[in-house]
């Protein structure tokens, strides 16, 4: 086994951290343009997950809340809808400078709630997120149907695509801010309105975002956000006979629970579930830039990503060389505070999921080899939810680690021999989020684009995501899309409109049905 890294367990200044409790002192349910509190009864408590001390503690959000916020949703509606394409436009465009001037807000407040180091937060989370404010302040501009046609005689039609109503939307804890903005934007910008439930471990960055629309001057009630449980706030979302659309982001077992509910009232459901992301490194690949693309691929936001590759299937000529570089290369990742300048990688969300994380590691020492980490730090690092970036090769194909999501910082690597023999195992999963193929022959990386059955295939490289192209699964990754144009129209409904050209009330088809009278 390698020699684990060294911790860098160094400590920002509390006083530049995000003060969230006296930020939302007065709750953390935003209903109509303000602050309220929750009316379930009980409280819960956002835990910074590197000292595993609560930071913000606030009255949760019950079926009352929901319901409240569904109706000014409702309300809101008809007044957004008529907006002209270019007066939501504007609005989005003011809110993406709110959101810049806000920037660095965001970025604590959410590495405060996740743990993750300020610095991808500053260079990646909100950036992105501004960016995609940006994309459909645009976008909301070339809402378009069809061109009119004559398809059936003297009939002109054209196709209308129009907002669909209220979008009851539940986002995960993961990508907190970012997973609010790919539910919220692509609605309103179509002309919806939404209630949004993030996850009861990471509201902060929500409603610093719907705050930050409403100072936009997007009206009151287009967007809300409830804070609650799953289980009352959100099945109480999804089943609400107001809520005309269901939008999750997920596990895949909870994404069933919710199509299930949704079923009941025949919602229009949009799914973003889990993932078990392939990285196929051929043998005419780079093995220093796959090696580089592995670590980072399988460490972003510390392992907790749907598509953080997870399973790297290496060519046998580069096996062994490829096992020993990426252990080298996961044993100089610094763990640390997540406000610290040094820091590479932070805790995950919970000693729960660290502890889970790391029953999956422990279980496979029995059928595999632990190259590098597989441990808690110790220290300071050891009062929070750290994991030390590890490493798992020689584990079966049909074992828990290769088939299951761990959503920690964990890789498991596998060889194979023929070209064939890669493209089969990369598929043999029941996800289909992403993958990345590594290649110098063009035609070996066009096949793999072709035949990985996954919503995205990268080629030699892995996690770079843009505005302007679909994010969105295969299988039982879920279906629909976030981001670009493609999830701009998931949140309208097509009419087709059709004229009688002629001013005639009776026409042949008539006289068909009816005869002449």
Sequence with gaps: MHKPGTATPE?????????????FADGAQFIAGRLTRGTSGHTHTVVDPASGEGVYTYEAAGADDVDAAVAAARAAFPGWAAATPGERSDALHRFAAVLADRAED?????SLQCGKPLKLTREFDVPGTIDNTAFFAGAARHLQGQSAGEYSGDHTSYVRR?????VGSIAPWNYPLQMAAWKILPAIAAGNTIVLKPAELTPLTSLLFAQAATDA?????????????GREAGEHLVGHPDVAMTSFTGSTGVGKRVAEVATATVKRLHLELGGKAPFVVFDDADLEAAVHGAVAGALINTGQDCTAATRAYVQ??????????????????????????????GPL??????????????????????????????????????????????????????????????????????????????????????????????YRANRATREIKAGCVWINDHIPIISEMPHGGYKASGFGKDMSAYSFEEYTQVKHVMFDNTAVARKDWHRTIFGDR
Excluded: C
């Design 11 to 23: 400590r920002f200044p509390a006083e530049e951290r995000f003060a969230a409790q006296d930020r």
């Design 106 to 110: 965001l970025a604590r407040a959410e």
């Design 162 to 166: 129009e907002p669909i109503g209220v």
């Design 217 to 229: 001057g997007i009206p009151d009630g287009v967007v809300n956000i409830v804070t609650g449980t």
């Design 316 to 345: 046998r000529p580069l096996y062994e060389a490829f096992v020993e570089r990426t252990a080298a290369l996961m044993e100089t990742v610094r763990l640390g505070d997540p406000f610290a300048p040094g820091t590479d990688l």
């Design 349 to 442: 969300i919970s000693h729960a999921q660290r502890d889970r994380v790391a029953g999956f590691v422990d279980r496979a020492r029995a059928y595999a080899r632990v190259v590098t980490g597989g441990e808690v730090p110790g220290g300071d690092l050891g009062k929070g939810a750290y994991y030390r970036p590890t490493l798992i090769a020689g584990a079966p194909q049909d074992s828990e680690v290769v088939r299951s999501e761990i959503f920690g910082p964990v890789l498991v690597v596998l060889p194979f021999d023929g070209d064939d023999e890669g493209i089969r195992l990369a598929n043999d999963t029941p996800y289909g989020l992403a993958a990345s193929a590594w290649s110098r022959d063009v």
